[in-house]
T-cell receptor
Framework: DGGITQSPKYLFRKEGQNVTLSCEQN?????MYWYRQDPGQGLRLIYY???????QKGDIAEGYSVSREKKESFPLTVTSAQKNPTAFYLC???????????FGQGTRLTVV | GENVEQHPSTLSVQEGDSAVIKCTYS??????FPWYKQELGKRPQLIID?????GEKKDQRIAVTLNKTAKHFSLHITETQPEDSAVYFC??????????FGSGTRLLVRP
């Protein structure tokens, strides 16, 4: 079953803790992205990667970190430095260069 | 960097009427403009896209127009149906090949 998978679907974090959101794709896509979705603010780009072992900051990278050690995987770590981490996080992948982006089902992170 | 603005933020239409959502972008080098539909609780999915070498593209009840000179593009939905109710996002691919999204339009189709 091809696609892009995020886990977990729901995540609760205590203040001061780091958490890692998983994103895996088996579409053989080179490009992967992380977006944050808040009500009324659309999809804001956190980080993106066009190729393995390389990634770039998006518009709201502060307080987040990523890695791209494998083509299939692009995990996002929400660090304690992120001031307002409660949000819906979406991972996407594409072939790059004007290709359709496919989204995962999202992870809803809540800080308690 | 690229900036995409989308209007309106909410749109309510009667079933059977048309709906139009408009977006503007800032990066003149952008060449790819997709539209995504996100139903409640689901992931965004591509519904139509357009590249800069064409001015209009149609797929059944959905059409997209692009004016590169004015740097704006629009989504047109005709004969709206209740299942068209969702949040719609426009996007522009910037010169670094990353997708920048608009803030979304919540469309409500009243039966």
């Amino acid at each position: 079953d091809g696609g892009i998978t995020q886990s977990p679907k729901y995540l609760f974090r205590k203040e001061g803790q780091n958490v890692t959101l998983s994103c895996e794709q088996n579409l053989n896509h080179d490009a992967m992205y992380w977006y944050r979705q808040d009500p009324g603010q659309g999809l804001r780009l956190i980080y993106y990667s066009q190729i393995v072992n390389d990634f770039q900051k998006g518009d709201i990278a502060e307080g987040y970190s990523v890695s791209r050690e494998k083509k299939e995987s692009f995990p996002l770590t929400v660090t304690s430095a992120q001031k307002n981490p409660t949000a819906f996080y979406l991972c996407a992948s594409s072939s790059g260069f004007s290709g359709e982006a496919f989204f995962g089902q999202g992870t809803r992170l809540t800080v308690v | 960097g690229e900036n995409v603005e989308q209007h309106p933020s909410t749109l309510s239409v009667q079933e059977g009427d048309s709906a139009v959502i408009k977006c503007t972008y800032s990066d003149s080098a952008s060449n790819y403009f997709p539209w995504y539909k996100q139903e409640l609780g689901k992931r965004p999915q591509l519904i139509i896209d357009i590249r800069s070498n064409v001015g209009e593209k149609k797929d059944q009840r959905i059409a997209v127009t692009l004016n590169k000179t004015a740097k704006h593009f629009s989504l047109h939905i005709t004969e709206t149906q209740p299942e068209d109710s969702a949040v719609y996002f426009c996007a522009a691919e910037d010169s670094s090949y990353k997708l920048i999204f608009g803030s979304g339009t919540r469309l409500l189709v009243r039966p």
